[in-house]
């Protein structure tokens, strides 16, 4: 998705309005006039609102949505937080996995690649400085993609052809030739004779 236009002017009280919204009830709107009850009334502190916006924590009308109730759980609050900037911030991610590790300078020269260079450096520097001030407060360790698992080899399985009846082709390797020689010698005490049969056996069979 594209990156996000909306931006803060300061970050200062960023991690204190939240620790607010976590400690307090969720209003039917979220207006400028609660952002007040929870003590934060300057025009920068506004400027929050439509950052939750961009971020899936309040819908278009002002109204919570279930990520705003799912970041009131303290337990769960960073890991909520992080996969709102991973979703709002995805064409970051994109990039680098880690965007949230970039420095000040990484992120406003990748920002203005992303924005095609329609913004000055003043405001690239405050988008930048918007999302690495909320990428701090958020718990990347909970929502870090995983290593894509290293594909396995594919299996190769090698049949071998039994030799059946009538085929009339038999694989060499199935082979299996046994020879039974049979010799009858003659009767002879002459012991020429059976030296002259084995010597021609060795010559002629066991070479």
Do not use: C
Not at 43 to 51: A, C, K, N, Q
């Amino acid at each position: 998705m594209p990156v996000p236009k909306s931006y803060l002017t300061s970050g200062k009280n960023v991690s204190a309005i939240l620790d607010a919204i976590r400690a307090g009830q969720a209003p039917e709107k979220f207006t400028q006039i609660h952002l007040k009850n929870l003590g934060f009334a300057s025009s920068s502190d506004r400027l929050i609102i439509p950052v939750l916006r961009v971020l899936g924590f309040l819908n278009d009308d002002g109204s919570p949505t279930q990520r705003y109730f799912d970041f009131l759980d303290q337990t769960q609050s960073g890991r909520v937080l992080a996969t709102a900037l991973r979703e709002s911030y995805d064409d970051l991610f994109r990039i680098n996995k880690k965007a949230y590790e970039w420095s000040q300078t990484d992120l406003v020269n990748k920002l203005r690649t992303l924005t095609e260079g329609k913004y000055s450096d003043s405001v690239l520097s405050k988008m930048a400085m918007t999302f690495a001030t909320l990428a701090e407060l958020a718990e990347w360790r909970a929502v870090e993609v995983p290593a894509k698992p290293e594909e396995a080899a594919p299996k190769v399985e090698v049949h071998r052809e039994t030799p059946s009846a009538g085929s009339g082709r038999v694989p060499v390797d199935a082979l299996r030739l046994t020879y039974t020689i049979v010799i009858q010698l003659p009767s002879s005490r002459d012991q020429s004779v059976y030296d002259a049969i084995f010597k021609s056996l060795k010559e002629h069979l066991l070479a």
